[in-house]
């Protein structure tokens, strides 16, 4: 199905209105990983990838990180994240997962989370 010229992919203006209403957990792992803060490392937030929208990317590691909130408790999420992981494990993406709650009330510690992964780099 060809689109109308000047018209947005549906799987882009999804990522734009994702970047609107950023959740708590969210918008607590941007202030980490903007403007560079974490190691220099440029990140996208509500990036696209394929079909499916990364919470954040960085390119030049080929690193997702995806924050799950209560909904991934349920078994046909869980599915769907199985799905997705393996979609980007086969592009030659890692991806690592945080807990909403996790990043909200232990930052720290995801931090600490991710300079571990970025010395094993």
Not at 54 to 71: H, N, P, S
Not at 96 to 104: C, H, I, K, T
Request: aromatic residues 8%; contains cysteine.
């Amino acid at each position: 199905m060809q689109r109308k010229p000047g018209s947005v992919p549906p799987i882009l203006a999804a990522a734009r209105r994702l970047r609107r209403v950023s959740t708590p957990a969210e918008e607590e792992m941007w202030r980490v990983l903007r403007s560079r803060q974490l190691h220099g490392l440029k990140f996208r937030r509500q990036a696209v990838i394929g079909s499916f929208v990364a919470d954040f990317l960085c390119y030049r590691l080929k690193l997702v990180i995806e924050l799950d909130g209560g909904i991934h408790q349920t078994e046909a999420q869980r599915d769907r994240d199985q799905n997705r992981t393996a979609y980007l494990e086969e592009h030659g993406f890692e991806v690592l997962r945080f807990e909403n709650a996790e990043v909200l009330e232990q930052p720290a510690v995801v931090v600490e989370r991710l300079r571990a992964w970025l010395r094993t780099r």
